[in-house]
């Protein structure tokens, strides 16, 4: 962190976001984290937490604050005593902004998301160990679902058994919140808004997601409870290519938009590239959408050490939708796919 600091110029940050000093610390339950580029880092917790990190936090320093405190003044009259003319800061409310720049006059204050995100977006051994493992517990919860899945079941009895068994599987709850849409629902990407029994002919999507040490998973699959419709049996063929031609020429330096083109001409030119309404994929890892993103407009580069998804899609309004994902692992030739279950449209 303090490289990339130097290297924009910064003589301090500022970080708010939980999940960003959770990945710097190990703990998700301080109030601020001021890092300095040439001296100690401070993590500002409140005294309910205060013996917490005092026990899990390793290698900064631990301000007690009480309640009633000025958190801004104390992180202010700290930030002036280290001399920090440059200060950059991942989030910060409006409010909080303009205080601060009330009292460092002599410090200029820069929002620097992507100091992060660098580091954030390439994964080391220590996080691919803990993704792994959130992908085996999620490749187990769909193994689950698709014995589970009958006819007369609701959209809400399926998710909470897929998500019981998760946990029991040692998923620290989910990345978010299950999706089991079914009929006409499965044309809505992120669900069904109200719950319904399932019925033989259904396309059923089912996106789910374990957590593990932190990290996230998230797969797709999609199924139909008996015979196929010809037009279901297409789109779900059309699908299930359009990930495998991205998959196919996935690989480090690679540029996001050019996967994501790849599975959308396949879609295209079966006819149903208006129905593939969000973009291919997203990154993973505390979150379980990061940078960087897969969409016709992104302007990011692949690299070795970033986890996305590739997730297409097609979705028709009345009729249903199909989506297969899986979370895959970049590497500077190919991929690895992390998540494991059968790709497998007809289940009964």
Not at 80 to 96: C, I
Not at 99 to 119: D, H, I, S, V, Y
Not at 254 to 267: H, S
Not at 323 to 348: F, H, N, W
Request: neutral net charge.
């Amino acid at each position: 962190m303090r490289k990339n600091l130097r290297r924009e110029g910064l003589d301090g940050y500022v970080v708010s976001n939980r999940t960003n000093m959770l990945y710097l610390t190990g703990f998700q339950d301080g109030s601020r984290l001021l890092i300095s580029a040439d001296g100690e880092h401070i993590l500002y917790v409140y005294n309910v937490n205060y013996e917490a990190a005092e026990d899990l936090v390793k290698g900064c320093r631990i301000e007690r604050v009480d309640y009633g405190d000025d958190l801004e003044q104390m992180l202010a009259c700290r930030i002036e005593a280290l001399g920090l003319k440059s200060l950059g800061f991942d989030v910060m409310d409006a409010q909080t902004y303009i205080k601060m720049k009330e009292r460092l006059k002599g410090t200029e204050l820069k929002p620097a998301r992507e100091a992060m995100w660098a580091l954030r977006k390439i994964k080391g051994e220590d996080e691919l160990n803990l993704m792994r493992k959130a992908a085996e517990i999620t490749s187990m919860g769909m193994k689950k679902a698709l014995e589970i899945v009958e006819e007369g079941a609701t959209q809400r009895e399926i998710a909470a058994e897929i998500d019981y068994e998760m946990r029991r599987l040692g998923s620290e709850g989910t990345a978010f919140e299950t999706i089991v849409a079914s009929g006409p629902h499965s044309a809505y990407p992120h669900g069904g808004y109200v719950d319904r029994k399932l019925k033989r002919g259904d396309l059923i999507v089912i996106d789910i997601g374990a957590r593990y040490g932190g990290y996230c998973s998230d797969m797709t699959r999609t199924i139909t409870l008996g015979e196929a419709s010809p037009k279901k049996i297409e789109i779900y063929e059309t699908v299930k290519k359009a990930q495998k031609d991205a998959l196919k020429v996935m690989r480090g330096g690679m540029e996001a938009r050019e996967v994501d083109n790849e599975a959308r001409k396949t879609i295209v030119k079966r006819g149903y590239g208006e129905r593939f309404v969000h973009g291919l994929g997203h990154g993973v890892g505390l979150e379980v959408h990061e940078p960087p993103a897969l969409n016709p407009k992104s302007r990011e580069t692949l690299e070795p050490g970033n986890v996305v998804t590739v997730e297409p899609g097609i979705y028709i309004t009345g009729f249903g939708g199909v989506r297969i994902e899986d979370t895959v692992l970049v590497l500077r030739e190919g991929v690895e796919v992390l998540t494991k279950a059968p790709y497998q449209l007809v289940l009964k």
